[in-house]
């Protein structure tokens, strides 16, 4: 029973620290101003446009859109899946929850940085790129946290008897034409306020490299943590 305690605390400690260091490269994307990853486009573009109040809670960050559109991919994967979706797939539900605050967290935290030149906003998005690709490394290996985007590409691959691969880069030109038709239906401009960048050559660089990074990623934190995950 200890044994499986530790077990359990172990794994959610590595899942939860690859929320975080996620959360931060969403952050880095933003203060970057080259345009955030795909998912994180649409709750980016929204926290542009405002906030409004649900049952006295004002609603309008980016983490807190985040955790609304993750409840949405939720949604869809029940009605793709129906009696085949898990009840443990609900732990996807704290998993938003916790990301959503660690976004909010990552943002603020990371507020200071200001960018002034091409190159460095270069570098941020780089840097986005690498913490966002150790992030989902540990994610996996702990087998702890589940986020609704890859449970939602898996559910609709499912459901069309797709490739994952295929479905996931129809997922995020999806997801990035969405935020770009509420950009420019609020702005009139697809790539987000005039002031802020949602989409640019970022998003693209991110979509292609996060993935390739994760090749190396994943080995380093297989060799960071050995067998001490199971």
């Given at each position: 029973?200890?044994?499986?305690?530790?077990?359990?605390?172990?794994?959610?400690?590595?899942?939860?620290?690859?929320?975080?260091?996620?959360?931060?490269?969403?952050?880095?994307?933003?203060?970057?101003?080259?345009?955030?990853?795909?998912?994180?486009?649409p709750p980016y573009v929204a926290s542009l446009i405002g906030g409004f109040d649900v049952a006295g809670i004002h609603v309008g960050t980016?983490?807190?859109?985040?955790?609304?559109?993750?409840?949405?991919?939720?949604?869809?994967?029940?009605?793709?899946?129906?009696?085949?979706?898990?009840?443990?797939?609900?732990?996807?539900?704290?998993?938003?929850?916790?990301?959503?605050?660690?976004?909010d967290l990552s943002i603020w935290a990371l507020d200071w940085i200001s960018p002034e030149s091409y190159a460095m906003r270069l570098v941020?998005?780089?840097?986005?790129?690498?913490?966002?690709?150790?992030?989902?490394?540990?994610?996996?290996?702990?087998?702890?946290?589940?986020?609704?985007?890859?449970?939602?590409?898996?559910?609709?691959?499912?459901?069309?008897?797709?490739?994952?691969?295929?479905?996931?880069?129809?997922?995020?030109?999806?997801?990035?034409?969405?935020?770009?038709?509420?950009?420019?239906?609020?702005?009139?401009?697809?790539?987000?306020?005039?002031?802020?960048?949602?989409?640019?050559?970022?998003?693209?660089?991110?979509?292609?490299?996060?993935?390739?990074?994760?090749?190396?990623?994943?080995?380093?934190?297989?060799?960071?943590?050995?067998?001490?995950?199971?």
């Open positions: 029973m200890e044994n499986n305690i530790k077990s359990i605390l172990s794994r959610y400690l590595t899942g939860t620290s690859g929320l975080f260091l996620v959360s931060v490269g969403v952050a880095l994307s933003i203060k970057s101003d080259l345009g955030t990853s795909p998912i994180s486009c980016v983490g807190q859109y985040t955790i609304m559109m993750h409840f949405i991919f939720i949604l869809l994967q029940i009605a793709l899946l129906r009696k085949r979706f898990k009840m443990e797939s609900l732990m996807q539900i704290p998993a938003a929850l916790v990301f959503g605050f660690l976004t941020l998005m780089a840097s986005a790129i690498v913490v966002t690709a150790f992030g989902v490394s540990l994610e996996v290996m702990g087998k702890a946290w589940m986020l609704a985007g890859e449970m939602t590409t898996a559910a609709v691959a499912d459901f069309l008897g797709a490739k994952f691969r295929n479905t996931k880069i129809g997922f995020d030109i999806t997801l990035v034409i969405i935020a770009a038709a509420i950009s420019w239906f609020s702005f009139g401009n697809p790539l987000g306020d005039g002031t802020e960048n949602v989409i640019r050559e970022g998003t693209v660089i991110s979509a292609l490299f996060t993935g390739l990074c994760m090749r190396f990623t994943d080995k380093a934190v297989g060799k960071m943590l050995g067998g001490r995950i199971h």
